[in-house]
């Protein structure tokens, strides 16, 4: 067991109430996320989270156990809800036809039916004309409708009306017009996308969070969280604000180091640098000084200068480096895991034998392994990785958690 996981599981045996008391005093003032995931690093040292995606993908990663966990609570926030909510329509991601994420489009609808809900998937598409016919990994049918507005009412061209519209599209390229004005209930709200949503802005709120956790609990919050730096009006390909991203890289890093000389570790910082919007693993790199910004070639200035969708990439953060010790079987690993209703539900590795232990995981060679769950039978079953401690994983992911329902935006982000 390493020191950080050592420390947090006295901390969940010592004061478990205590820290229950403290997550619902904290989601009273601020309600939690309908669904989300987080991306943690664990070195031993730390455990932290390095991003939070509010429009997760990947729920046929979770394990059956997982899966009701997240059903029992999808039914506890419909009981909560400020209106009866009996119907929902799904509406994910454009490029519907990755059988990976058509896998994931099956077990969040089936999770979505288990609560009780009648469910339909809908198209964002503008090309979407006719019913469109999905088959995942495992042969299952699911069909994607076409949408239209009467009023301020969404529905698809069948007629099915929902009272919940669940978004699994992170709106990378903007908010879609025909949700706008719309009064059925949107989780999560459009304007928590990636073409307004910033990192820089989530780990402001996470910071925060986490010193009053810390505060609270006798922690060092550099343990639970990762120093960044955040530098806008940057184009790679030209050039331009190069010398923020440098200043910015030894910024961090000194952090780093009077962090390690504290507790006596020998590593070498580095730090990833990532586009401060947008997911999928694009427009990241790492980097051990400033001298290695100037001397980036064309390539690493193409791959950081465009995310998805073809979005140009023009505000980056400087993210401190977190080492990861996890593994499965001999391939280094990183910790994913889910969240319904503020809650930790199951969780995922990310893997991949072809990254070390410093690199970014999303990344081709990756694949995913179970977590802390029985390993279930069957061929598309995933290996559960046992030897992990998820209330752990947890906790941190539910601080993440709370700092995106935390988020503000100014008026310069508005929908």
Not at 16 to 45: M, N, Q
Not at 251 to 274: C, G, H, N, W
Not at 341 to 362: I, K, M, S, T
Request: negative net charge; contains cysteine.
């Amino acid at each position: 067991m390493s020191a950080v996981i050592e420390l947090l599981v006295s901390r969940l045996q010592q004061q478990r109430l205590p820290i229950a008391d403290w997550f619902a005093r904290e989601y009273a003032k601020t309600p939690p996320c309908f669904y989300s995931s987080v991306d943690l690093r664990h070195s031993g040292f730390k455990l932290v989270p390095v991003d939070t995606n509010l429009f997760p993908a990947g729920f046929n990663n979770l394990s059956k156990a997982a899966r009701a966990r997240a059903v029992s609570q999808v039914k506890d926030f419909i009981s909560h809800a400020s209106r009866p909510i009996h119907s929902a329509l799904l509406l994910p991601e454009n490029h519907t036809r990755n059988i990976g994420y058509l896998d994931n489009l099956n077990a969040l609808s089936g999770i979505l039916r288990a609560a009780g809900l009648e469910v339909q998937i809908g198209s964002l598409a503008a090309e979407s004309g006719q019913p469109l016919l999905l088959e995942g990994s495992d042969g299952v049918s699911m069909t994607q409708y076409p949408l239209r507005r009467e009023g301020t009412k969404l529905m698809t061209d069948d007629g099915f009306t929902p009272d919940m519209i669940v978004v699994n599209n992170d709106m990378t390229a903007g908010s879609p017009q025909i949700l706008r004005g719309v009064t059925q209930l949107i989780a999560p709200q459009t304007g928590q996308g990636w073409y307004r949503r910033k990192k820089s802005i989530h780990f402001d709120a996470y910071e925060q969070v986490v010193h009053h956790f810390a505060q609270a609990f006798d922690l060092d919050p550099w343990m639970l969280s990762a120093h960044f730096h955040k530098c806008g009006l940057i184009d790679f390909h030209q050039r331009k604000g190069i010398e923020c991203v440098a200043l910015g890289v030894e910024k961090v890093l000194s952090k780093v180091r009077a962090k390690y000389a504290e507790y006596d570790i020998k590593d070498e910082p580095y730090v990833f640098i990532k586009a401060d919007s947008g997911t999928y693993g694009m427009g990241i790199m790492t980097v051990r000084s400033g001298d290695e910004i100037y001397e980036m070639n064309k390539k690493n200035r193409n791959k950081m200068n465009v995310i998805k969708e073809g979005v140009q990439s023009t505000e980056v953060i400087i993210q401190e480096g977190v080492p990861t010790i996890d593994r499965v079987g001999d391939a280094i690993a990183e910790p994913m895991i889910y969240l319904m209703n503020g809650h930790a539900v199951g969780g995922a590795f990310r893997v991949n034998a072809e990254r070390d232990q410093y690199g970014n995981l999303n990344a081709k060679g990756m694949h995913f392994a179970g977590m802390c769950d029985e390993a279930e039978a069957g061929a598309n079953a995933f290996h559960a990785v046992k030897d992990c401690d998820f209330t752990v994983y947890g906790l941190v992911s539910r601080l993440a958690t709370l700092a995106a329902s935390r988020e503000e935006y100014g008026e310069g982000y508005s929908i």
